[in-house]
């Protein structure tokens, strides 16, 4: 088992920066890779970001966050973060990790482990 806790949401100005935060624990060493995904009021869940740490590693966007948040990842803390910069009012969503032990994936159905997600609010 895996737990997962989300933390660093909140409220800021547009133009303003965020990190979240993904804290794993537990059988951390059977996760390979993290999916942030995001959930706007009256929308569907969509995937943000995803960053992998074997294989070499990778780290992959959606086109609408490139240039403005960056995946990262620290070992020793088992835990991985999402900066976000240039905030605008349409990143306001409840913000979720995910892990899984298969490359990440735009496709949540692929993460067996969830966050109870964190709420961003960008006022304009």
């Known amino acids: 088992q895996v737990l997962v806790e989300e933390s660093g949401g909140g409220l800021v100005q547009t133009g303003g920066s965020l990190r979240l935060s993904c804290a794993t624990s537990g059988r951390t060493f059977t996760i390979t890779s993290v999916g942030w995904f995001r959930q706007a009021p009256g929308k569907e869940r969509e995937f943000v970001a995803g960053l992998t740490w074997v294989g070499g590693g990778s780290i992959s966007y959606v086109d609408a966050v490139k240039g403005r948040f960056t995946a990262s990842r620290d070992d020793a803390k088992n835990t991985v973060y999402l900066q976000m910069n240039s905030l605008k009012p349409e990143d306001t969503a409840v913000y979720y990790c995910?892990?899984?032990?298969?490359?990440?994936?735009?496709?949540?159905?692929?993460?067996?482990?969830w966050g109870q997600g964190t709420q961003v609010t960008v006022s304009s």
């Open positions: 995910a892990a899984t032990s298969n490359d990440y994936s735009p496709d949540e159905r692929r993460y067996e482990y």
